[in-house]
């Protein structure tokens, strides 16, 4: 009891402290730690000024659009792979993962040396093609980001819908083909129908999700003068001259974590009303897997247009201009400059600070969300604890706290109350961040692990005379083992690409490597940013790689549920 | 009417191949109620779903209503929506999004056989007050109770008057009591509508009470094909025998030509064709074909003890030790025999079945 308070305690400091700072910091104006009175000003200058309302629409156009690209991708793909006998799927879906894992600034990067209109590869091509004076396409308004920031949200939107096709009852669709119904009409009139719970429930999370990004908004954004709130909220805290103003970043913060807080509320309305819909067959059939026929190659097509834009075409990219003196099209000269020393030349740029760093937060990261994780799972579904439903609850609110606001938030405790919480500037800042952020996603995976291991189990561990905490590490733990060393890995590669909450929490001191790349496109170092980018989708395919070979036996390696 | 050649499925596993199905051949006859009845993993399902075109057979042919649904020599596979059939699932398999309505109206709407706009309601109401559900039509389908849903599920099948109903296990999910009740309404329905009928069950009172017609499957294949009291009376193999109701196995062996010895004494009861002489059989009677006296077996060759006693109401089983060899038999509820006594112990010769 003890010590299910204690954790409660630490919980609700670790996602309450940050949050009240949000409030805190956009109630005083002035430098972090100079106290004054509480006032409203940042509210009353941020709210009059009309340029707050352009950002707020942009940033509505830019989620929706997102949520948009996403979908259109996502749920064909999501029948494609769970229902049809669409060829390739096992390596599908590991590309897919691969894309998870390959960080969004990344990827942006490459479409703008692609798409961009000045230096862009489509752009210089079809300039020296058709002669056009004006570039053919480009990236810098809306749609752009939307486009690419909806590309890099398939896969997460992908696993969620899986999750909901797969506790459908297959015979509602074998219904309707008894019934003389074709494949086309059933899937638009039974299977979307039924999962529309669980597609309005990923809509408001990626949406959520949306409202919340950086990197896209900021690596094409800012160029482009297309402001939405997370880049007002960066730059307010981290203006490129001048003293960063915490008291306007709460201000614009505010309006976000309502926005996100009300949105995850839906969310979890529209997810307990999809449950509803979820009906469990008697026995485990497998059906039969819907034969596309000669429709077989346009499905794989899609599926690989898809991968396309969220791997091969910006892995290819990266490649491309890594491998070059500078960046051009293909030719037979622009072949004969190949070579390697971009990447020779990238710890001419860089210490190995970064490096460490990283490895430090890919390991302490998970180990610390796990740690919590699994404490907080077994006291939720083992326990009788009589605040084990709020728990869960706190434990799921990072999921709506956009990471952004997470990060400033927490910069703000470090900066004014440095004497109790001396981390500002170190790498445990950003450690604690992602830990927290994560700790809603280890949560949600221990508990499905946890609910799989029956309780008669460790009671019968019980009757035969062993303690609690024996009972939990040989009985409970070697059963769980396996999911959760799928989530360590994941968390882990999750903390190793995230680069908003390491650049909100940067100084000189505690850089990262995700932080190095942006500093080098900051400083227009492209080429060293394809070298250094090609090195860490090559580590991710790696890891993913390795895993799937060698431990596919301890489970499936990948987001989970 | 059905008909299916050599039907063969097989599946390949890490383990290598798994033969679903041995080779099937069934004929169902228009109007016929068919059942298949076997134990879980015996091909039934499977079967009923190659005559659905939810699973494509390796290997036979497959004929319904005259036309060829299935045959992979000559490069015919109809899809399940263009075949003639109804289906009712397990599960029931209600489209939670729709009402009772909308439900049983969506083949007519959607389906094969689409009928003009204003005849749909009519169709749909009289397939409703079949399955007596008239009334509800505008219920969300989730509310109804289990054997509601499957009754919906069941006029859904029947609204387009398919040539074929394929039923899979439709009562399975249900309670008991409410089972034996569908079970009476289901065979009234299926005459009423006069529907070319394939009933899968592993439940052998379901069986022999709806079939006009019941094929025992085992391990991929059809065991034995017969009316419902003949494969009662005259079960064609152990596996039947052993499957389809209660039944007593003696190890026995064959000492003449019509004379078989075992624990109980040499009995005189013809052995199958094929069985020579020498070799070991087993002997087969059910428990209500065994006849107790409780005169203490003076006039009776053969005297046992009674060790067990089952009651069940309107019946009892008793378990009877014959010289370490125990036999069971089932008595009416009221007779009265208390455990320890000593009875007289007769079986009519006819009533014994031998079995290689």
Known sequence: MLFAGGLMALLLFMVGVPLLMVVLMSLRTGFPGEGGPLTLANFIAVYSAPGTYKVLLNTLLFASGTVLVALVFAVPLVWLLTRTDLPLKGTIYVLMTVGILIPVFLRTIAWILLLSPRIGLVNQWATQLFGLDHPLISLYNIPGMAFIQGVSFVPSAFFMLAAAYRTMDPSLEEAAYTAGVSKFQTFLRINVPITLPAIAGVMVYLFMSAIAVFEVPAIIGFPARILVLSALIFTSTNPPAGLPDYGLAGAYGAVMLVAGLSLAFFYVRLVQHGKKYTVITGRGYRPRQISLGRWKWAALAFAMLYLSMEVFIPFLVLVWASLLPHLQLPSAEAFSQISLSNYETIFDYVNALPFINTAILMFAVPTATMFLSVLVSWLVVRTQVSFRGSLDTIAFLPHAIPSILLAVGLGYLGLAYRNFFPVYGTIAIIAIAHTITWIAYGTRTTNGVMIQVHRELEEAGKVSGASTPRVLGRIVLPLVAAGIFNSWIWISMLSYREVTMALALGTRKNLVVSTIVWQFWGNGWVLQVAALGVVLVLFVVLVVGALKIGFSRLGEVGPGS | ?356
């Open chain 2, 1 to 356: 009417m059905i008909r299916i050649r050599g039907l063969k499925k097989w599946f390949d596993s890490r383990r290598g191949r798994v033969e679903a199905l041995r080779g099937i051949d069934l004929e169902v006859a228009e109007k016929e109620f068919c059942v298949l009845l076997g134990p879980s993993g015996c091909g039934k399902t499977t079967t009923l779903r190659c005559v659905a075109g939810l699973e494509k057979p390796d290997a036979g042919e497959l004929e319904i209503a005259g036309t060829i649904a299935n045959s992979p020599t000559r490069r015919i596979y109809v899809p399940t929506e263009k075949r003639d059939i109804g289906m009712v699932f397990q599960s029931s398999a209600i489209w939670p999004h729709m009402n009772v309505f909308q439900n049983v109206a969506f083949p007519l709407i959607r389906g094969r056989k689409q009928i003009a706009k204003d005849l749909v309601a009519e169709k749909v109401h009289h397939a409703l007050r079949l399955v007596q559900l008239d009334g509800l039509e505008d219920r969300p389908a989730t509310d109804l109770s289990g054997g509601q849903q499957q009754r919906v599920a069941m006029a859904r099948a029947m609204v387009t008057e398919p040539k074929i109903l394929l039923m899979d296990e439709p009562l399975s999910n249900l309670d008991a009591r409410l089972r034996e009740q569908m079970r009476v309404e289901l065979k009234k329905i299926t005459k009423a509508v006069g529907v070319t009928t394939l009933y899968v069950t592993h439940d052998q009172a379901e069986a022999l009470s709806l079939g006009d017609k019941v094929c025992v499957m085992y391990n991929g294949e059809i065991l034995q094909t017969a009316p419902p009291h003949e494969v009662y009376a005259k079960p064609n193999s152990l596996f039947v025998a052993q499957f389809v109701g209660e039944m007593n196995f003696i190890k026995g062996h064959v000492t003449g030509p019509s004379q078989v010895e075992c624990p109980l004494g040499t009995l005189p009861i013809p052995v199958p064709l094929g069985v020579s002489v020498a070799s070991s059989v087993t002997l087969a009677v059910r428990p209500e074909h065994v006849k107790l006296n409780c005169a203490d077996g003076l006039l009776d060759s053969l005297s046992g003890a009674i060790t067990s006693k089952n009651y069940l109401g309107d019946a009892q089983i008793l378990e009877v030790n014959i010289n370490g060899l125990s036999l069971l038999v089932k008595l009416p509820g009221d007779s009265e025999f208390s455990i320890g006594q000593k009875a007289g112990v007769m079986i009519p010769l006819d009533r014994w079945h031998v079995y290689p």
